[in-house]
T-cell receptor
Framework: EPEVTQTPSHQVTQMGQEVILRCVPI?????FYWYRQILGQKVEFLVS????????KSEIFDDQFSVERPDGSNFTLKIRSTKLEDSAMYFC????????????FGSGTRLTVV | QKEVEQNSGPLSVPEGAIASLNCTYS??????FFWYRQYSGKSPELIMS????GDKEDGRFTAQLNKASQYVSLLIRDSQPSDSATYLC????????????FGQGTTLQVKP
C-alpha cells in the first residue's frame, strides 16, 4: 500500500534554530497538507498546498513557517526560528483530491524545542 | 469558527460489546465526514468515510450521518482490546481547499 514518508521521526532543536521537516507524499496525489498535534491536544491544520502554491493557511502558519515542493516529490515544512511552543508532532498528509477522499497521513515528526 | 466536537472520554466497554462514538459539527455546508483511529504516539489512520445521510457499514464498523442534526457517529461491533485507541472525527468544511477539521478525539478502552 502506498505510504506518505516523513523524516526525521524525531528532531530535537534549540530555541531560535531553523528546522526543516521532510515529507514524500504518495506519487499520484495532488493535494498536500501539514498538520500538527501538541501532546494531548487536537490535530490542527497548518497549511494546504496544491499546484505548487499555498491554497490555505491557518493563523498558526505565520511568517516563521514556509512550505516548498522543491523537486516534484519532496514536500517540506520549514520553521525559521523555533519557539518552545512549536514542540509538537507534525504530520504531513496527501490526497488525490476531491471531497470524497480522506487523507493518507505520514508517520509524523516529533519536534522537541529546548 | 467551524468546530467539530467529540466527548473526550475515556469510553470504556467490555470485550465483545458495541462501542458508540459521537461527533457533532457546526458548519452546515460540510460535505464529507471521516473517522480516523489514532494509537498513542502514532499518526491518524483512516477507517471510515461517509457522505450521505444514513448508515455505512464496513466490517465491524458502521458510520452514521444525520446532516439535519449535524451529527456523525461510529459504531464498533464486537469490540476487541486492539480497538483501544483515540477515534478522531474529521469534517471537510465548505472551504474548497480540502482542509479537514478534526475533533479532539474520543479515547476508547476495550477491557478483556
Amino acid at each position: 500500500e502506498p505510504e506518505v514518508t516523513q523524516t526525521p521521526s524525531h528532531q530535537v532543536t534549540q530555541m531560535g534554530q531553523e528546522v526543516i521537516l521532510r515529507c514524500v507524499p504518495i506519487s499520484n496525489h495532488l493535494y498536500f497538507y501539514w498538520y500538527r498535534q501538541i501532546l494531548g491536544q487536537k490535530v490542527e491544520f497548518l497549511v494546504s498546498f496544491y499546484n505548487n502554491e499555498i491554497s490555505e493557511k491557518s493563523e498558526i502558519f505565520d511568517d516563521q513557517f514556509s512550505v516548498e515542493r522543491p523537486d516534484g516529490s519532496n514536500f517540506t515544512l520549514k520553521i525559521r526560528s523555533t519557539k518552545l511552543e512549536d514542540s509538537a508532532m507534525y504530520f504531513c498528509a496527501s490526497t488525490s483530491g476531491g471531497v470524497f477522499y480522506g487523507y493518507t497521513f505520514g508517520s509524523g515528526t516529533r519536534l522537541t524545542v529546548v | 469558527q467551524k468546530e467539530v466536537e467529540q466527548n473526550s472520554g475515556p469510553l470504556s466497554v467490555p470485550e465483545g460489546a458495541i462501542a458508540s462514538l459521537n461527533c457533532t459539527y457546526s458548519d452546515r455546508g460540510s460535505q464529507s465526514f471521516f473517522w480516523y483511529r489514532q494509537y498513542s504516539g502514532k499518526s491518524p489512520e483512516l477507517i471510515m468515510s461517509i457522505y450521505s445521510n444514513g448508515d455505512k457499514e464496513d466490517g465491524r464498523f458502521t458510520a452514521q450521518l444525520n446532516k439535519a442534526s449535524q451529527y456523525v457517529s461510529l459504531l464498533i461491533r464486537d469490540s476487541q482490546p486492539s480497538d483501544s485507541a483515540t477515534y478522531l472525527c474529521a469534517v471537510y468544511g465548505s472551504s474548497n481547499t480540502g482542509k479537514l477539521i478534526f475533533g479532539q478525539g474520543t479515547t476508547l478502552q476495550v477491557k478483556p
